[in-house]
């Protein structure tokens, strides 16, 4: 038994740690956090000064047991989990779960996982940091209470199963607020004049008109000016420039230039580099600092001079920015700046590729230019044309990195050719393009985190899940479309003669944007109603200063909970008592037969379309397209919707309709549903085209072949092609030529995969109706009926008696009898 216990939080922080220290220390994980508030209660004892209820939840109790079985056998146990405010509330729980003495605990804290840090951190241990601790259960408790007292008003008042919190309702309004600049936005339309020019060498030059005209009438009467116009060089002017580095990376740079440049969603992101950290390739991940230690300048200095030469070296400290900015660590950096390309999976990869390339460019010289205006002007009128250029001088930083923008970038300077003042050139063409002013664009993954770091909302570990929860709540979603087509012209001076073409462009797209659905509008909108206090971007910011505040102990955490609940709880209470219902109802107008009432709400199932007053007995009502929304749909849209379902005929006895439903445009014909194209309008299907959509799905039904006396059918899912036999599905992998598939491929691939589920069985009592299986990512499950208990990775389920896994059946249905005894207790 080794002397040392190290405990870290993930097996593969444990792993590379492991290869530092030697045989007197085994290193352990305690995956994550092992206490935490219930998940079936509030948890927290707002009467005895918001006092959290902290437990160990069912499938950590095997990872405690084995550590506090180490810990009581170690001579010391040092608790190793990361150098922020979660970390250390994870060694704090440690401390007080395993029962740890003071005598022979230490806490140590390192930003990097190599060998002379884990060293150094051994040699230079400390106690655990209460003001840390406590700051992370002021957010843990803040939030709990939020989301706890907010969601069951929005149940009451909105719809049941929805959720509020603290950060992801702030970044939700700000979704929503985009969305409403956007269609309130009025466009207009202007002319712009771009010129081609030849010099006497027959150089080209591209220059453009300074000043838009605001019509087309304008845009010909100038073309017009320049019918038999003499152009020459009035003005050129030379000036030095030049292109700093972008600092190195913070927590919320690097998603947002992951994003950018690697197409990486934010949570994406954060697990890449949570394993590059652990695998001991870069340093801690969550950090607002974009300081670099003097080790680290220094060898990024003498890697630059071996890579690029002395003269690219320019070493520089760089200053956070960030509003609230906390936690001494550095920024993001490679742990070995000579290691260029880091031997992991592709994905992987790329994001170290990105760390290094920036940290190695923030150590960089700056790059030189030469930028050249000129100036042209015609014999004819006074306005004059312009162009730039520019010249690199020397690269600098750009050899390596060069930062990436969320704003459309601006056409690119080119190189000019040589040129003198007064010397004449020749128009090759001249054309005036309409275009069209732009609203805001919509937020991405990467400019929501910006806006949020800019706001002072939320720190480095929130913005992920905060991004992940409001998409799976569906209060926002990814867009999906490539944009739509608008018309524009062109006009051209060509041969003494303006022409005028009508062409067109698409425009608008909305692809990976996010977009507030019409139940993340009307929740939205009821929380800023009658919570004005949580969703006010100063208060956030604020309630991130005070964590800030306390874990510098410079506030007390019960004091700034008591402060906050004295001001949230009574309204609560008041909205709860006082508030109307909120169904984000829109009246579209009358209609035109029968002069009934015409609006759009939200219904139980998504978002409606209602013909008729609340209190009036015939209410029809249809259901919003899937590209539809309440906030934007017109009367004449929502009249559309009750020409569905139409009936278009019977096929072998049975009514086929066409309709929309909750998840899109149908066609079913007796009890078979059978899902339009994507984007084709149900009201456009006929007869032909339904009958054609039953004679596919009738073939895709259709037995391929038999196995064991049962039929074998083939289909296409959500995850690629598979088999169906005896209620299995079966995956065909690129293996089989799936359009081909022979009775010995058939006859493998269910074979194969009956094997495969036996092999899952780990456990079968079936007298008891229970079995143990193997899950996904190296865990296993215990399943009764309806009932699944997923077990840690450190359990080892084969070792398992049915004993120990009835006592946790039972444990699961107990708790879930105490849930429901609670809830019926409440409603009364």
């Known amino acids: 038994m080794a002397k040392n216990l190290v405990i870290v939080e993930s097996p593969a922080k444990a792993k590379t740690i492991e290869k530092f220290l030697g045989k007197d220390y085994q290193v352990e994980s305690s995956y994550g956090h092992i206490a935490d508030l219930p998940s079936k209660e509030i948890g927290v004892d707002v009467e005895n000064n918001f006092k959290p209820k902290y437990e160990v939840s069912g499938d950590?109790?095997?990872?405690?047991?084995?550590?506090?079985?180490?810990?009581?056998?170690?001579?010391?146990?040092?608790?190793?989990?990361?150098?922020?405010?979660?970390g250390e509330?994870?060694?704090?729980?440690?401390?007080?779960?395993?029962?740890?003495?003071?005598?022979?605990?230490?806490?140590?804290?390192f930003h990097e996982i190599t060998k002379s840090a884990i060293l150094k951190a051994i040699e230079n241990p400390r106690a655990i940091d209460y003001n840390l601790v406590n700051a992370q259960q002021a957010r843990r408790v803040l939030d709990r209470l939020v989301g706890y007292e907010l969601s069951p008003v929005l149940w009451k008042k909105v719809k049941g199963g929805l959720s509020a919190g603290r950060v992801q309702s702030v970044a939700v309004r700000l979704i929503v607020e985009r969305e409403r600049e956007i269609n309130d936005f009025k466009v207009n339309s202007t002319y712009s004049v771009v010129a081609e020019f030849v010099t006497g060498e027959g150089k080209t030059i591209k220059a453009r008109l300074p000043k838009n005209f605001t019509t087309e009438s304008e845009a010909k009467m100038f073309l017009e000016k320049n019918i038999n116009a003499l152009y020459k060089v009035s003005n050129l002017e030379t000036k030095p420039a030049k292109k700093t580095p972008a600092a190195p990376f913070t927590t919320s740079t690097l998603q947002q230039e992951a994003s950018r440049k690697l197409y990486y969603s934010v949570g994406q992101t954060m697990m890449l580099a949570q394993r590059l950290y652990e695998s001991g390739l870069i340093t801690y991940m969550r950090t607002d600092s974009v300081n670099l230690s003097q080790d680290a300048m220094k060898a990024a200095a003498a890697e630059i001079t071996k890579s690029y030469g002395a003269e690219y070296s320019n070493p520089k400290t760089y200053t956070t920015k960030a509003k609230g900015a906390q936690e001494a660590h550095e920024a993001i950096r490679p742990t070995n700046m000579a290691l260029h390309n880091a031997p992991v999976d592709r994905d992987q990869a790329r994001l170290y590729d990105l760390i290094w390339k920036r940290t190695l460019a923030s150590q960089m010289s700056d790059a030189k230019l030469e930028r050249t205006s000129v100036y042209i002007e015609a014999d004819k009128y006074k306005e004059q044309f312009t162009a730039a250029g520019e010249v690199l001088?020397?690269?600098?930083?750009?050899?390596?990195?060069?930062?990436?923008?969320?704003?459309?970038?601006?056409?690119?300077?080119?190189?000019?050719?040589a040129l003198k003042v007064g010397e004449n050139l020749t128009r090759k063409n001249l054309t005036a393009?309409?275009?069209?002013?732009?609203?805001?664009?919509?937020?991405?993954?990467?400019?929501?985190?910006?806006?949020?770091?800019?706001?002072?909302?939320?720190?480095?570990?929130?913005?992920?899940?905060?991004?992940?929860?409001?998409?799976?709540?569906?209060?926002?979603?990814?867009?999906?479309?490539?944009?739509?087509?608008?018309?524009?012209k062109l006009l051209e001076l060509k041969e003494g003669v303006v022409t005028v073409q009508n062409l067109v462009e698409k425009t608008g797209s909305d692809k990976g944007k996010m977009i507030p659905t019409d139940i993340g509008i009307i929740v939205n909108d009821f929380l800023v109603k009658n919570f004005k206090t949580i969703l006010d971007y100063n208060f956030t910011a604020k309630v991130e200063e005070d964590f800030d505040a306390i874990a510098a102990g410079n506030e007390d955490w019960a004091k700034m909970m008591r402060d906050f609940y004295n001001h949230f709880h009574p309204n609560v209470k008041n909205v709860e008592e006082n508030a109307e219902r909120e169904s984000g109802e829109r009246v579209l107008g009358s209609h035109p037969e029968s002069g009934k009432t015409v609006l759009v709400r939200l219904g139980k199932f998504g978002p409606i379309a209602q013909i008729g007053d609340p209190e009036d007995d015939e209410k029809q009502f249809a259901s919003l397209k899937t590209d539809q929304n309440i906030g934007t749909i017109s009367l004449e849209e929502a009249l559309d919707l009750f020409l569905l379902p139409k009936m278009l005929g019977d096929y072998k006895g049975e009514e086929v309709e066409v309709n929309n439903g909750r998840f899109g445009p149908y066609v079913r014909v007796g009890k078979t549903f059978i899902s339009l194209a994507k984007g084709e309008d149900p009201l456009d299907v006929t007869y032909e085209r339904a009958l054609g959509l039953i004679k596919e799905k009738e073939q895709a039904d259709a037995p391929i072949a038999t196995y064991d006396g049962l039929p074998v059918q083939k289909g296409v899912g959500r995850f690629g092609p598979y088999l169906k036999w005896n209620g299995i599905f079966i995956n065909v992998n690129k293996k089989y030529d799936f359009d081909n598939l022979s009775q010995d491929d058939i006859n493998e691939l269910i074979e194969d995969k009956v094997r495969k589920e036996k092999e899952k069985v780990i456990h079968n009592w079936e007298s008891e109706g229970i079995r143990v299986e193997k899950a996904r990512w190296g865990r296993s499950v215990i399943i009764k009926g309806k009932t699944k208990i997923e077990l840690?990775?450190?359990?080892?389920?084969?070792?398992?008696?049915?004993?120990?896994?009835?006592?946790?059946?039972?444990?699961?249905?107990?708790?879930?009898?105490?849930?429901?005894?609670?809830?019926?207790?409440?409603?009364?």
């Open 60 to 86: 950590k109790k095997a990872v405690v047991k084995k550590l506090k079985d180490l810990a009581k056998k170690a001579e010391t146990v040092w608790l190793a989990s990361d150098e922020d405010r979660e």
């Open 89 to 109: 509330a994870i060694a704090w729980h440690l401390a007080e779960e395993l029962k740890l003495r003071k005598e022979n605990t230490k806490r140590i804290v």
């Open 393 to 417: 001088l020397f690269d600098g930083f750009l050899k390596v990195y060069l930062e990436g923008h969320d704003d459309e970038e601006e056409e690119a300077e080119g190189i000019l050719p």
């Open 433 to 488: 393009t309409q275009r069209f002013s732009k609203p805001a664009a919509r937020y991405t993954e990467a400019s929501l985190v910006k806006k949020l770091e800019e706001l002072g909302i939320g720190r480095p570990s929130t913005y992920a899940p905060t991004i992940s929860t409001i998409i799976a709540r569906n209060y926002v979603e990814k867009g999906t479309t490539e944009g739509k087509e608008r018309d524009y």
């Open 792 to 828: 840690s990775k450190d359990v080892d389920a084969a070792a398992l008696t049915l004993e120990e896994v009835k006592t946790m059946v039972e444990a699961k249905a107990g708790s879930a009898k105490k849930t429901t005894k609670k809830t019926t207790t409440k409603k009364k």
